[in-house]
T-cell receptor, first 115, second 107 residues
Framework: KAGVTQTPRYLIKTRGQQVTLSCSPI?????VSWYQQTPGQGLQFLFE???????NKGNFPGRFSGRQFSNSRSEMNVSTLELGDSALYLC??????????????FGPGTRLTVL | QKEVEQDPGPLSVPEGAIVSLNCTYS??????FMWYRQYSRKGPELLMY????GNKEDGRFTAQVDKSSKYISLFIRDSQPSDSATYLC???????FGKGITLSVRP
């Protein structure tokens, strides 16, 4: 099976702009989660979507939003970008019920730089 | 206090060394304990998992869990340059990751 894919891999934006990141999960996986990874804070959970519904949400401001489509593909949007939003954004898919650990299968990430 | 605390890094060791990576946690509800490995420019991937207290071995890697002390460890024997990566501990019921520690194994 093909792994999780994320596009674009690298992105440079300026403050105040908005950005949309895309994620295609492993075929058959209906859960998609998004994480922000920075050297200072590590891996932080943004939100999880399952069957087009947001199931869990982390502690991030409303500028961060997402959605999931009927084919399980997901997008994440960040509006009014701030310098502190520079990070690696990771998407992970999982097959809830396949194992009790909710094993996450990560994509390679999108490196966002905000200038 | 964060639910999961991981030893800060980075960590640099010579090839062949035994490496010990550690995490502590505060939530007694955690039942599954995992280690993810993340190579540069890649996403994390599941390396090992364990459910109960005790040790679990997989080749050069040993995962250890002490539920009474709320402490987990990952030991790497005969470390190789190919082990150079960031290692993140993770736990669930509700999936929670540690910050990660970057390991560098010097040839």
């Amino acid at each position: 099976k093909a792994g999780v894919t994320q596009t674009p891999r690298y992105l440079i934006k300026t403050r105040g702009q908005q950005v949309t990141l895309s994620c295609s999960p492993i075929s058959g996986h209906r859960s998609v989660s998004w994480y922000q990874q920075t050297p200072g804070q590590g891996l932080q959970f943004l939100f999880e979507y399952f069957s087009e519904t947001q199931r869990n949400k982390g502690n991030f401001p409303g500028r961060f939003s997402g959605r999931q489509f009927s084919n399980s593909r997901s997008e994440m949007n960040v509006s009014t970008l701030e310098l502190g939003d520079s990070a690696l954004y990771l998407c992970a898919s999982s097959d809830p019920g396949a194992d009790l650990m909710d094993t996450q299968y990560f994509g390679p990430g999108t490196r966002l730089t905000v200038l | 206090q964060k639910e999961v605390e991981q030893d800060p890094g980075p960590l640099s060791v010579p090839e062949g060394a035994i490496v010990s990576l550690n995490c502590t946690y505060s939530n007694s509800a955690f039942q599954y304990f995992m280690w993810y490995r993340q190579y540069s420019r890649k996403g994390p991937e599941l390396l090992m998992y364990t459910y109960s207290s005790g040790n679990k071995e997989d080749g050069r890697f040993t995962a250890q869990v002490d539920k009474s002390s709320k402490y987990i460890s990952l030991f790497i024997r005969d470390s190789q340059p190919s082990d150079s990566a960031t290692y993140l501990c993770a736990m669930c019921s509700k999936l929670t990751f540690g910050k990660g520690i970057t390991l560098s194994v010097r040839p």
